[in-house]
């Protein structure tokens, strides 16, 4: 049986032990984590395998088939040059790192050696895609208006932006990421701005990181759009990840993850002879949704796919059906990171990868 091998056994860690835990067809022989008490509970969770303190111990004992690396954002970089040097397949989180020059290093050492390396784009798994993409091929997108707001996560480095590249570039990247993905063109220049002092040390010690941010993109196709962001709400009621993709004739209503709903004129309501749009006497704007939408709900367990996927590929050799090869994850934390850029200097960014 090949040998699986995971290090970080923090949050994220946990969530692919889960889908390991399905795969009967590897051996899920060692954990590593600096608080090795976290690896030994993997372990005792796996029911199989060594924990570790040390990556460079763990390879050298347990000579992995593949890896998953699981580290927070600023904890790349040894990592992945001692993984390639061994020629190991790996999976690896995104942000990927927050350093763009090391992403652009490793992206040119996997290429070089021909290592199978995927990401943590889980989203571009989910069955919804389908739906989207054929959206996008029937419709041309003028636009996009999307927004993505949450609260603050437990993990304590999250708040602080040098440790987490802040909310755009740590969690919104999946946003980012599928706006590349779903159009199928590469972003041209992004204009950022930040906004700040709404989240206190009193409500959240060591919060050093915007509360929100919004962005203009252009892309090379020439379709515009904006992304707004933030970690301030402070319950569910006030959460949103919807992303509005406007066409001359329809328009798309994404949500990362949830569902993708279409409104076309026409609908069913038209069939029965009613109006697809009302502008009703006060000049507000009446569209009866349900009637002309074509819903489609995410029916599928787009992470363990992901994680499927890359394990498919690793015992197989061949990582063509890997849909965030590690070379494309580079380009969308290019992308996030240019949006921080633009956020610290006031101005526009063009895009570079
Ligand atoms: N794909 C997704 O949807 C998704 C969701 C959540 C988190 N993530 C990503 O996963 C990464 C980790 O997030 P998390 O929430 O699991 O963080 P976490 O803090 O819960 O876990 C990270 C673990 O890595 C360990 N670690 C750090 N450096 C190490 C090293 N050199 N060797 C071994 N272990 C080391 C830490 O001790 C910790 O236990 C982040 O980049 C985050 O963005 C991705």
Redesign the pocket.
Known sequence: MKKLAL?????????HLDHFLQFTDLDLAGF????VE?AEGFVKKAGRGRAF???VEMYDAVKPDMVFI????T?HG??EFETIRRGIPFFV???LTLDLDLAREIAAQVEKRGIIAAS????RYDNINDAARAYIAASPVLTVQASRVGGI?E?P??RNKPA?GGQLV??TI?QMDMLRYLLGTEPKTVYSVAGRGWISQEECPGYFTDDLSTTLVTFKNGVTATMMTGCYAKNAVSWDSKMTFGARDSRMDYVLCSSVTVYREGGKAAAAGKSASVIKGDGVQDRDTGEHAEVTKSAVDF?LLCDRTFVDAALSGDPSKIRSPYGDAYKSVAFTLACNRSMTTGLPVDLAY
């Open positions: 290090i970080g056994c923090g949050g994220i860690g946990a969530y590593c984590d600096i608080t976290r303190a040390d990556y699981c580290v927070p954002p904890c040894n990592i989180e995104k942000p943590g784009f889980q989203c996560p993990v480095w999250w987490s740590e969690q999946h992470g």
